[in-house]
């Protein structure tokens, strides 16, 4: 990628396309600061009415310090998340006493303050102040993703820091703040989240997952998902037949892993509350089985358990199976989850031992 030719694409389409927002018309760094903290959770056509009221209310940082907080709430009401305004009068309030009632020109200052993050800190310093310095927030992750057909997870801290990093990359000496803006505005308008529209992109010469076409499928974001961890103990329970074979289960025909045969498992701490009294009346335990994890989508099953061996077996109760190694192999494969003990079939079931 051409970094110059980028930003000289974007400065130019941003000229025919910005949306003249009051912050963009008159980018002082209090409006600036003001509209960065009122968007980082609301649409810009729902804060621009609370903006203007805010800015007539409280026109600077001094007033801003000064307000009764009720009266700040009231003028926050309706946006929600009112820490944001909180924060912002604890940040009016440390640049009276120590900034001269002055929003600081210079990044790690701003980032010093109570509220202000890495991208509300570049924002500032980069618009207000034209200090070369990015400002990184979900739509320019997506863009910068997209530019470089680059597939880390942009939620992930590894996807921060490498965003992070080319936006550093990239932002220009020269016109830092409307580069930072028309990287959002891109973002906002062309480069959308799902189907992107590459058609109207200024940069679409030099965006490698429009060539690869593969735009649509960035940016990759993996979410965490809360798994239920259920700790399930295992009977591996060798029957001494001819040749030797391993009782099965069969689980309920609804559910996880509906229908499928498994290893018998149990809630309990003791194995062999997982099989039928008559069976664990028999079972000799062997030696303790390695612990395993599996993950299904919503679950996380810890397993341990124990080997067992039992004297050979004529009749079966309902669910109940016993099956060789070859018949593991062709008739009754068990799920996945259980493969940490399916490895030890071969040694367990080997007719000499
Ligand atoms: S060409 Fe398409 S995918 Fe690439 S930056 Fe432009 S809109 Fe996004």
Redesign the pocket.
């Known amino acids: 990628m051409n970094t110059d030719r980028v930003a000289q694409l974007l400065l130019g389409w941003y000229s025919l396309h910005y949306r003249p927002l009051p912050w963009r018309t008159e980018p002082t760094p209090y409006h600036v600061w003001v509209s960065e903290i009122m968007l980082q959770q609301t649409r810009i056509e729902a804060a621009l009415p609370y903006y203007r009221r805010f800015i007539t209310a409280l026109p600077d940082v001094e007033s801003l310090a000064s307000a009764p907080e009720d009266r700040l709430l009231k003028l926050w009401e309706g946006l929600g998340y009112y820490s944001r305004a909180r924060n912002l009068q604890k940040a009016a309030k440390v640049l009276v006493s120590e900034y001269g009632g002055q929003l600081p020109a210079d990044y790690d200052h701003l980032l010093s303050l109570p509220g202000i993050g890495a991208y509300t800190a570049g924002a500032i310093a980069s618009i207000a102040y034209s200090i070369p310095v990015p400002a990184v927030d979900g739509n320019v992750m997506r ?1 910068l993703a ?2 470089t057909d680059n597939h880390t997870d942009v939620l992930s801290t590894e996807g921060k820091r490498v965003f992070t990093d080319l936006a550093w990359q990239l932002v220009p000496e020269r016109e830092p703040g409307r580069f930072n803006q028309a990287l959002m505005e891109l973002g906002e308008t ?2 959308v989240p799902g189907t ?3 058609s109207q ?1 200024p ?2 010469d030099e ?1 490698a ?2 060539k690869n076409g593969c ?1 649509d499928q960035l940016p990759v974001r993996i979410k965490k998902v809360d798994r239920r961890v259920e700790h399930r103990t295992v009977a591996l329970v060798r029957v001494e037949n001819s040749p030797p074979a391993v009782l099965l289960h069969r689980r309920p025909d609804t559910g996880l892993l509906a229908g499928l045969w498994e290893l018998p498992n149990t809630l309990d701490e003791d194995p062999l509350c997982s099989l039928p009294p008559e069976i664990a009346a028999m079972c000799k335990t062997v030696e303790a089985l390695p612990a395993a994890k599996h993950l299904f989508s919503h679950i996380e099953w810890r397993l341990s358990g124990s080997m067992y061996s039992i004297p050979t077996l004529t009749t079966l109760p309902d669910s109940y199976q016993i099956a060789t190694l070859a018949e593991l192999h062709t008739a009754y494969p068990l799920p996945g989850a259980f493969r940490a003990y399916t490895a030890l079939f071969p040694r367990l079931l080997d007719e000499e031992s």
């Open positions: 863009v997209r530019l062309i480069c992107p529209r590459c992109c940069l679409q965006c997952a429009y735009a």
